[in-house]
């Protein structure tokens, strides 16, 4: 068991969030990144946010913006626990379920895409695959994708690292630079537009790119 799972055992569901929260401030400012998203998500989007987790990030986000929905599917089981129950309305969770088995769900399709701090968590080898199949499925709805990772090379994204490799657990954690993630999406993507939104100067070393296909 990761220090991570035995520390949210012992401190409870409610205190383990509490605690969660304060610790994840140390890497990233969820407000401005919020303040980002909101800015680059098109009007009325219907989100599918691949792999979300527990769904704190959306607590910033769906205050900002009333007008979007967001369908959250994760291969995890237990998922959007973090979420508050304000925006249930607006929230489809589809646990233990990743972008393949989506699209046999015939869901309503996603006019925008969010990947946050996921690609990291994704094993190199595996990398190709998973952006193949969110273009295939860019492809079909033409939704606009947005990804949230961390630049390598500075103290916090070290620090994130060491927490992600023993707190979290995960022994294949892997950071992803702008310049390799942009060289990543060009290699699969032919027709693709990338852009940097302005997370990076706001809150260093997140980033934020937003991808269309032309
Ligand atoms: C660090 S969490 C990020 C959670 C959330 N997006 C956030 O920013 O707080 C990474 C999540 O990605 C999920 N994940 C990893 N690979 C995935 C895949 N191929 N499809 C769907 N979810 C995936 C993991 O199960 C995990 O819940």
Do not use: W
Not at 28 to 41: F, G, P, R
Not at 105 to 113: F, G, V
């Amino acid at each position: 068991m990761s220090i991570g799972s035995a520390t949210r055992r012992i401190l409870g569901k409610k205190l383990f969030s509490k605690v969660g929260r304060g610790y994840r401030s140390i890497f990233i400012d969820l407000n401005k990144t919020a303040i980002c998203m909101s800015e680059i998500i098109p009007r009325n989007a219907h989100i599918l946010d691949i792999g979300g987790g527990d769904g704190e990030p959306l607590n910033y986000l769906l205050p900002l913006r009333r007008d979007i929905s967001v369908t959250m599917i994760d291969l995890k089981s237990a998922i959007g626990n973090a979420v508050s129950t304000d925006y249930k309305d607006r929230l489809v969770l589809l646990p233990n379920t990743d972008i393949n088995q989506f699209r046999l769900l015939n869901h309503r399709p996603p006019s925008c895409i969010i990947v946050s701090d996921v690609i990291h968590h994704i094993p190199k080898e595996g990398r190709k695959k998973f952006f193949q199949d969110i273009h295939e499925l860019m492809a079909i709805s033409k939704a606009r994708l947005l990804i949230k990772e961390i630049e390598p090379g500075y103290f916090i994204s070290r620090l994130s690292y060491l927490s992600d490799r023993f707190i979290s657990g995960d022994k294949k954690v892997s950071l992803i630079s702008r310049k390799e993630l942009h060289q990543t999406i060009d290699m699969i993507f032919s027709d693709n537009i990338i852009n940097e939104a302005g997370l990076f100067a706001d809150n260093k070393p997140n980033y934020l790119l937003t991808v269309e296909l032309k």
